[in-house]
């Protein structure tokens, strides 16, 4: 499935609901790249996440790849609007993740190791 990303460039910022998102990682349309600290991470994450805290992003830019539109998420969804701007400063086609990994969980959408979603049947 071919997405045209700009349907979601809203008020300056390039966000994407938790929802819309699931389906764009489960067709493979977005790589998904978590910018939390190591401990927060490793509490779960998003399956086949790209890992590199906010902290070390300029330096690992070399990582990311340019010919795929980029997911980036953090806990709420600041530190990942961040991290949009320097990638997209850098040529990356990016997204962030609205409302973070909180708005993934309360969606009752799964995460990777150690957080398990309560309360959602």
């Known amino acids: 499935m071919k997405v045209d ?4 460039n809203r008020g300056g910022g390039n966000s994407i609901e938790a929802a819309t998102a699931k389906e764009l990682i489960d067709n493979g349309d977005l790589v998904v790249v978590d910018v939390r600290e190591p401990h927060e991470f490793h509490g779960g994450h998003i399956e086949k996440s790209i890992h590199i805290p906010l ?12 010919d795929v539109h980029l997911l980036v998420v953090c806990r709420s969804g600041m ?3 961040k991290a949009c701007t320097v990638l997209s400063k850098h040529g990356h086609n990016v997204s ?3 409302g973070g990994l909180i708005a ?4 009752g959408f799964s995460l990777s190791g150690g957080w398990e979603v309560i309360g959602k049947e």
Do not use: C, G, T
């Open 5 to 8: 990303f700009k349907f979601f």
């Open 55 to 66: 902290a070390n992003l300029e330096k690992s830019l070399h990582l990311l790849p340019k």
């Open 79 to 81: 530190r990942s609007l």
């Open 96 to 98: 962030n993740l609205k």
């Open 104 to 107: 993934w969980i309360n969606r």
